[in-house]
Nanobody, 121 residues
Framework: QVQLVESGGGLVQAGGSLRLSCAASGVGLRINAMAWYRQAPGQQRELVAVITSGGYTNYADSVKGRFTISRDNAKYTVYLQMNDLRPEDTAVYYC???????????????WGQGTQVTVSS
């Protein structure tokens, strides 16, 4: 099994910044792509950003130029640096990791518990 622990959410004023972290753990962990999703009240969960094992990144149009996804492979951690935050960025943010372990060798997706980001106007 893979455990994901998220941190870094909170309340910030419009124009401010936050940095989310998501640390993965598991025996014999091998991680493929890592991503951040978000879900606002009454809305579907949407992809915010993704980073492959090779470091390629892709972003939702709504966050391009403001958010940056990165990963530290030695720490099995993915980050989301969020700058110039807007009220419409308010949502619960979830990390998603494609991974396998020594006991679960077929890669599958794992989800974090979610962290609330609230941007006030």
């Amino acid at each position: 099994q893979v455990q994901l622990v998220e941190s870094g959410g909170g309340l910030v004023q419009a124009g401010g910044s936050l940095r989310l972290s998501c640390a993965a753990s598991g025996v014999g962990l091998r991680i493929n792509a890592m991503a951040w999703y978000r879900q606002a009240p009454g809305q579907q969960r949407e992809l915010v950003a993704v980073i492959t094992s090779g470091g390629y990144t892709n972003y939702a149009d709504s966050v391009k130029g403001r958010f940056t996804i990165s990963r530290d492979n030695a720490k099995y951690t993915v980050y989301l640096q969020m700058n110039d935050l807007r009220p419409e960025d308010t949502a619960v943010y979830y990390c998603q990791v494609g991974a396998s372990t020594i006991s679960s060798i077929v890669p599958r997706d794992y989800w974090g518990q979610g962290t609330q980001v609230t941007v006030s106007s």
